[in-house]
């Protein structure tokens, strides 16, 4: 696996690819310690946990830096994503206990009937590039605290990333084998699924990847967690603030290089705020600093391979040929690396690129629509069903309008955003599943009823 830092093109690191042996072998120590490890007492789990969160914090910049090497993550936010990491075991190490506590159930007199939660074994995660520690711990701190063990199949151009995660739990303190990475090619993630040691599988990632790892589970008869692309509404009314909902939707388009499943992608404005949130947001999007993703000053990094920034482009020149009005950005940096940038669409024809698929980049349309109803619409007219938000003065009309949106997700006068204590997950063409919150750490468990006379 060759890693070619998207800021500058060239090569950085070469890592070798794991056989179909080293696969057997981990997966052999996988069931071996899955057999201890779910013995092992909630509360021992949970202290693992908390010292994993330490090791991530104790050595953040060193982990910033591999992310932003390997797929262009301007440094600061790479920083913040650690921390967030070790938000999430922070919160498993506290909660784990107590999300799983079993459950009593009515029963009859002399008898004792509840519910224990325990874990089913091996589980798959087929991750992304663009979250490369945020993804993987997403799913790690729930899943090995319930007792489950973990397989990582992480993006081919993020290996370090995931080696490092690798070590952050070895150095926690977790068992040999509780986590392991597969530096393997995507060709062999079937084998793996359908492999009787594996017991579930969670990817995120594309829809058709999604539909390979489903349709693969399904045929083995094992549980999966999907979460999948979005083309997240970012809904502004007429009685909005525009200058703070600007502000924050170029924001949320644009962090990470636009590279993210819950980007605020597609800006649905009413008539009566349209020119002036237009005006604000494009002096928004044009403030914003591209340059090296190492540099704290720079907001917007490289694209994170050149193949994905030339299908963005092609996206957004078919958009424009179907009748599309750039305002500004619309063409690839003529620097060294791979650089595109904040781009604003305007007159967006339905049915284009732009309108109907997901742009995994820095690439924003604005709509403009008559009223309340007509937004709501343009919001749901979509197959996906990631995030969104809606931008309104009146917060009960904003909570009335939210339970209109099909979406996993909906903020008020916020931009979308993942939380330890939350529920997170889509429907539709998003995906199926919760992560976080007691919604997640349950999703791998066997829900064992338990009936003693």
């Given at each position: 696996m060759d890693v070619v830092d998207p800021s500058t093109g060239t090569r950085i690191e070469t890592y070798e690819e794991h056989t179909e042996s080293d696969v057997t072998e981990a997966l052999d120590r996988s069931t071996e310690a899955f057999d201890s490890w779910r013995t092992r007492s909630i509360r021992e789990r949970e202290q693992l946990l908390a010292a994993a969160g330490d090791v991530l914090r104790d050595n953040k910049q060193e982990y910033a830096e591999t992310m932003t090497r390997e797929m262009g993550k301007p440094i600061t936010q790479a920083i913040g994503e650690v921390e967030k990491c070790a938000w999430v075991c922070d919160h498993y190490a506290e909660y784990a206990s107590t999300y799983l506590d079993s459950d009593s159930h009515p029963s009859p007199p002399g008898s004792t009937v509840k519910t224990e939660y325990e874990p089913l074994g091996p589980v798959l995660a087929v991750m992304p590039w663009n979250f490369p520690f945020w993804q993987v711990f997403r799913f790690a701190a729930p899943y090995l605290t319930a007792g489950n063990v973990g397989l990582l199949k992480h993006a081919s151009n993020v290996p370090g990333c995931a080696l490092a995660i690798e070590d952050v739990f070895r150095e926690a303190g977790y068992p040999e084998g509780v986590f392991q990475s597969l530096l393997i090619p995507s060709d062999l993630v079937d084998d793996v699924i359908a492999d009787n040691r594996v017991r579930a599988a969670t990817l995120t990632g594309s829809g058709p990847a999604g539909r390979s790892v489903a349709a693969t589970a399904g045929e083995h008869l094992k549980k999966t967690v999907l979460e999948l692309g979005g083309s997240d509404p970012f809904v502004v009314l007429d009685d909005a603030d525009v200058v703070e909902a600007a502000e924050t939707?170029?924001?949320a388009r644009n962090q990470n290089g636009g590279q993210s499943c819950i980007a605020a992608k597609r800006f649905i404005v009413h008539t009566d705020v349209y020119d002036d949130f237009?005006?604000?947001?494009?002096?928004?999007?044009?403030?914003?600093?591209i340059g090296d993703p190492m540099d704290e000053g720079t907001d917007v990094g490289p694209q994170a391979r050149q193949d994905l920034m030339e299908e963005l482009h092609e996206q957004v020149v078919e958009s424009v040929d179907a009748g599309a009005t750039v305002v500004t950005g619309g063409d690839p940096l003529d620097r060294e690396g791979v650089f595109y940038p904040p781009t604003v669409l305007t007159d967006v024809p339905e049915g284009c690129p732009a309108d109907s698929e997901e742009t995994f980049g820095p690439v924003a349309t604005v709509y403009e629509v008559a009223d309340e109803d007509e937004a709501v619409s343009k919001a749901n007219d979509t197959n996906f069903g990631l995030g969104a938000s809606i931008w309104i003065e009146n917060r009960d009309r904003g909570e009335q309008i939210a339970g209109r949106i099909d979406a996993g997700c909906v903020y008020v006068n916020q931009l979308v955003k993942?939380?330890?204590?939350?529920?997170?997950?889509?429907?539709?063409?998003?995906?199926?599943?919760?992560?976080?919150?007691?919604a997640g750490i349950k999703e791998f468990v066997n829900r064992k009823t338990v009936w003693v006379e």
């Open positions: 939707g170029a924001w237009l005006d604000a947001f494009v002096d928004e999007i044009d403030s914003l600093t993942s939380d330890p204590r939350v529920p997170f997950g889509g429907v539709k063409d998003s995906g199926y599943g919760r992560e976080l919150s007691e």
